[in-house]
């Protein structure tokens, strides 16, 4: 049962000391009731609050971390849906590292991907974990591709090695770098004892709801939170649905043995049908993926599904506020102008390479507001565009002195010139679909 | 413990739209291909029947975009530009489920082909493949209704699927598809409210319930994807939860839109980090594609071969032998 903010409040001390970092107990209890604070954090709660609020303040999906250097966070989810929130943490990539392909080939795999990152709308996307997976005979195979992605490398690492003495030299040469243990068998008392002294997770792996429940709790009545779920399927629709009914099952129905992230391995026949499944795995709840391959046009993909499905719903990307070319603009080359909210920058300027033509894009600072909104809020009118033009130094990149506003501020253009002596402010169409017919109308220059 | 699968129940469903006419119906199509149908989420087959999977439509051109990628001229080589033969060939070879040819040569800037000359291309069309027909059209309103009144015409009783009506232009075509029975797709701008209020429009004319698809407008990966997700899982939440007017199958573009975007198309020597420029735009429109597909799409229309056969290949093992087909 959720309890309220009020009903929570009911619970504390009331005395407002601040030690948990918020001022109030009333503060905090909207946090507890939001789930985004834990009791442990007051350190006065009493008893009874402590067994009341015990389950409830628990997030419901338990946020796991591997590595030290660049921590994967996983879990910590709180809704079905992104529009009704947003997704917090998203989907850890691993890249499958197998100790048959050899230590030099594993070298040269483990330097490539470090240095592999992709620009897109200002972050840098890269793969967050190593799978060592030991499918060679000698365990030195293992112990050594640890090693190479240790030195190489400040990724987490997820071992899978079915050997026990072989996983425990490997943990030991990672101890301090949060391990992930993938468990491809029914959990034993050695597994736990293992993640334990080593601070890692454990990876479970089960094929029916019930064997991961069991296995869940066995690990958690030995002390171990650090856990995420592996409910196998070969099937893609059946995954899907295993997700959902897991991640429904922790937020809805407060299933703690359900409540940890989820980790799926991507089998597939190519890499096209790879893509698809791991696609759909990012979409539908999966907190960690491993793929078998490194190609990069397939990473680039998910990276920027991921990074699309992970967006703050509420705080749409915004791109850079700057000129952009589109095509190959010259300094005589036409001029637009529309906010920084990444959608109307896309279809902005994928309108005018639509239309044939080289032009500047000057995407002016509007808080990522689009172009109506952002002009009923005072961000975008004749006196902000005039100041944005004149702090990027416009007139020095460009000869051209006309500039297409959006149709839907036309009200903005007397203002606009007036702020911008020596300009003509043309007015644009309103949709940006129109754009290549507007281009062909009208002469911009 | 024995779990029990926490079902959420819904008291909607999604209209069924059938799409073609046989012989029997007035039409020459070799069969028909119903969509819609489901009453649960995509998937969610736990809680609720889907009746039909979605399908995967190709399309073909009067006039092919001469922004696309090279990677399609690969696979259809001159065909490209001959819409009949295009269409035989995604079905034959590539397994298109239903063909969409895409009338943009009729826009007065992109060739100002007549209404005439567009209602041939469809003929052509209709008489190299057997499977049913959607004509794409574009937003320049007074030429697109007298395409669309001609194709209507010529193709009475085929029952096609005319792409597209928008708010500010609904009422010619869709008469023109009540008076020579074909279906409507109706297209609105990535919004749950617009969506619905085109289809109060349309139904208030007595647009029949059973012949609307919608189209939330497609958002390509990196390009407001996540938009269109979102408002797609709107619709179709809302739908099942008993919103008639959003309850109606939907329609995207993958295809279309991943191959306009720079992705597709950037030489790897310029964007050495983006891999292989003759596989990212099969994979730009597969990630594309399987996204919308979970967030409800029942009618793709896609592009490239290869990601046709992945995402096919996934519909069917996704829907295995749960849906009659």
Known sequence: MALSGLDIFKLLPKTNCGECGVPTCMAFAMKLAQKKAELSECPYASEDAK???????????????????NTAEVGNETVMFRHEKTFFHQTGIAIELCTSEGKNKLLEKIKEIENYGVERVGETLTADLYLITHDSSDPEDCLSAIKLAKEHSTKGIILNCRDDKTLREGLEIIKDDRPAILLQKELSDKDIELAVSFDGSLILTGH????????AKKAKAAGLNSLILNLESDNLGRQIQDNTILRRSALKKNIKSFGYPLFSYVRAENNFD??????????????????PEYDKALLYSLFTLRQNIFTDPQKPIQVDPKVYPVGDPTPESPIFITTNFSLSYFMVSGEIENSGISAHLVVADAEGQSVLTAWAAGKFNGETIAKFIKDIKLEEQVKTRKIVIPGFVSMISGDLEENLPGWEVIVGCQEASDIPSFVKNVQLT | MTFEIPRETNTGKIVEVTLGATAREGGTRSHTVTIGGSAALPFHFFEGNHSHRPVVAMEVFDKAHPKFPDALRDYFGEVLDKPGDMAKKCVSEYGAELISVRLEGTHPEKGNKSAEEAAEIVKQVLGSVSVPIIVTGHSHFEKINQVMKKVCEIAEGENCL???????????IAAACIAYNHTLVAQSPIDVNLAKQLNILLTDMDFPAERIVMDPLTGSLGYGLEYTYSIMER???DGLAGDKMLAFPMLVNPGYESALVKEARAEESDYPEWGSTEIRGAYWEIATAMSLLVSGAELLIMYHPKAVEAIKAKIKEMYGSRNGD
């Open chain 1, 51 to 69: 067994t009341t609020l015990g389950a409830a303040s628990e997030p419901p999906i338990r946020l796991v971390k591997i590595g030290s250097g």
């Open chain 1, 208 to 215: 029916s709801y019930d064997d991961i429940d069991g296995q």
């Open chain 1, 274 to 291: 790879l893509l698809a499944r791991a696609s759909a795995l990012i979409c539908k709840y999966a907190s960690i993926i491993a793929l």
């Open chain 2, 162 to 172: 005319i792409n597209y009506v928008e708010t500010d232009n609904y009422k010619t």
């Open chain 2, 235 to 237: 619709i179709r939440i």
